[in-house]
């Protein structure tokens, strides 16, 4: 069974930083380009930052330059570090895990407010 746990949530300031992790189990980690969305209510789900397994990275304009996205495959994680973080960057973030099918993490909330 695929299994896939976020953490690193919370509730910061403008301007801090926050690292979240999320842990794979259950597949072939190293294989599975992962990355990292975000939902806000009233709105779709959106992609935050993506890796493939040859750890070619993608982001979304809007957080070019703050975010990271990395992973280690011994430990089977992918991370996203997030810098200067704004209030619009408020929203429950997912991981995902994508090779021939999909799987979806339950969610880390981060609040970004003063």
């Known amino acids: 069974q695929v299994q896939l746990a976020e953490s690193g949530g919370g509730l910061v300031q403008p301007g801090e930083s926050l690292r979240l992790s999320c842990v794979a189990s259950g597949l072939s980690f190293s294989v599975y380009a992962m990355g990292w969305y975000r939902q806000v209510p009233g709105k779709e789900r959106e992609l935050v930052a993506f890796i493939n397994g040859n750890n070619m990275t993608n982001y979304a304009g809007s957080v070019r330059g703050r975010f990271a996205i990395s992973r280690d495959n011994a430990r089977n994680t992918v991370y996203l570090q997030m810098n200067s973080l704004k209030p619009e960057d408020t929203a429950v973030y997912y991981c995902?895990?994508?090779?021939?099918?999909?799987?979806w993490g339950q969610g880390t909330q981060v609040t970004v407010s003063s």
């Open positions: 995902n895990a994508r090779l021939i099918l999909e799987f």
